[in-house]
């Protein structure tokens, strides 16, 4: 594996040593349960609290506004689900988009067929909303509308700052799936004008299984999915993942200390890969926003050239697909066929996720086999 190069940082990122290192006390000595009222419980309540505020600390929001739950799509699903029970008095309609994770569309999907309506809107050529489409698709009916903060396909950036001042005129609760944005982009919660938002540990350098709902106070409070004991105040029961909570907090601290100085490197590292490959491959499709995108993704469409086949030419360079596959049939990304790429073309999408440890090195190893690879597939193709 270890010469293996992972760009792959919008599926999951590797563990942070620092966080690993938050983490070890509790997964030995520190193995009290947080509920517990005894000096085990209470050391492991307090590292839960401390988690908490670095949590809060980075999403510039009260800790009391954090609930814990075992990663994002449980928070797209508590947060779209709970609001839309909660608040069904109210109204029963739902607005969401075309290029949204599946956490959300199917949670959406799943609604529809209990009763709730459900809106889709279109994105633009870029993956991007119009908040005019959100403020047109709004009617008295209208709970909810949920929009991503980064696409992590194409890596997109939404107005999100438009969007909710859209959502704050009509009254509508605005809940994003901020995973890919988090800890990357700036976010200040409330600056954003978000409601709710969605958030895992595994994107930003932290463990999987753990994440975290925003809730923002003195609005409707999700209607809990499961029933048991009384923690995260109800809203999400079941004995306190702590080393993972430990691990998510510390997680978000470092990503908050990366984000100055980060960021920009990241963002330099994907604009020589693109470069590189723009410099010795034609008919090259960059896939997203060419700006208004996170500072790791580069997603390509390579023409002629499937994207499996990519696949199993990189050897060295750990990357993924724009498309879902099964065993027995290639489907395109909903995201490319959402943004209007032609099928074919959406077939030979690859996603370059660059992260915090990337290195020039490593970009220079990849381009090299990347077009490597591109002009051999190309010189077996047929015309
Ligand atoms: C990874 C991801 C998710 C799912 O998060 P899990 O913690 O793995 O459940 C949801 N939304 C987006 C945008 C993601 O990138």
């Known amino acids: ?82 609001i839309a029970y909660a608040c069904q008095e109210k109204g029963n309609h739902i607005i969401t988009s075309t290029a949204e994770h599946h956490a959300i569309l199917d949670t959406c999907h799943a609604l529809a ?35 991503m903060y980064g696409n992590n396909e194409v890596g997109t950036i939404n107005p999100i700052v438009d969007i909710a001042a859209v959502a704050a005129k009509h009254g509508v609760l605005f809940h994003s799936d901020a995973v890919q944005g988090i800890g990357q982009l700036p976010s200040d919660l409330e600056a954003l004008g978000l409601n709710l938002a969605s958030l895992t540990a595994h994107k930003i350098y932290g463990p999987k299984g753990i994440g975290a709902l925003y809730v923002q106070r003195n609005n409707s409070q999700p209607h809990s999915l499961f029933y048991g004991g009384g923690q995260e105040a109800g809203i999400r029961p079941g004995t306190l993942n702590v080393a993972g909570i430990v691990g998510l907090g510390a997680a978000c601290e470092l990503s908050k200390k990366y984000m100055e100085t980060g960021k920009s490197s990241v963002a330099t590292l994907r604009d020589t890969l693109h470069r590189k490959l723009m410099a010795s491959l034609d008919a090259l499709h960059l896939n997203g926003h060419p700006e208004q995108r996170l500072p790791g ?11 499996l086949a990519h696949l199993a030419g990189l050897k060295r360079v750990a990357v993924s697909t724009g498309s879902a596959c099964d065993s027995e049939s290639v489907k395109a990304s909903h995201v490319l066929v959402a943004m209007g790429v032609p099928n074919e073309l959406a077939l030979t999408a690859v996603r370059f996720g660059l992260g915090r440890y990337n290195t020039a090195e490593e970009v220079d190893i990849v381009a090299d086999e990347v077009i490597k690879v591109v002009n051999r597939l190309r010189a077996l193709a047929p015309e």
């Open 113 to 147: 067929a209990e009763g709730f309506e459900t809106t889709y809107l279109p994105v633009d050529k870029y993956g991007m909303v119009s908040p005019d489409d959100v403020e047109a698709a709004i009617t008295p009916k209208t709970i909810l509308m949920s929009f």
């Open 1 to 82: 594996m270890s010469d293996i190069i992972y760009m792959d940082n919008h599926a999951t990122t590797p563990i942070a040593p620092e966080v690993l290192e938050a983490m070890m006390p509790y997964l030995t000595t520190h193995f009290g349960n947080a509920s517990s009222t005894h000096p085990f419980g209470v050391t492991a309540k307090d590292a839960v609290e401390k988690a908490r505020h670095q949590v809060a600390d980075l999403l510039g929001c009260s800790a009391e506004e954090i609930v814990f739950t075992s990663g994002a799509t449980e928070s797209d699903n508590l947060a779209i689900r709970g």
């Open 297 to 307: 993704n580069l997603n390509l469409c390579f023409a002629g050239v499937q994207s």
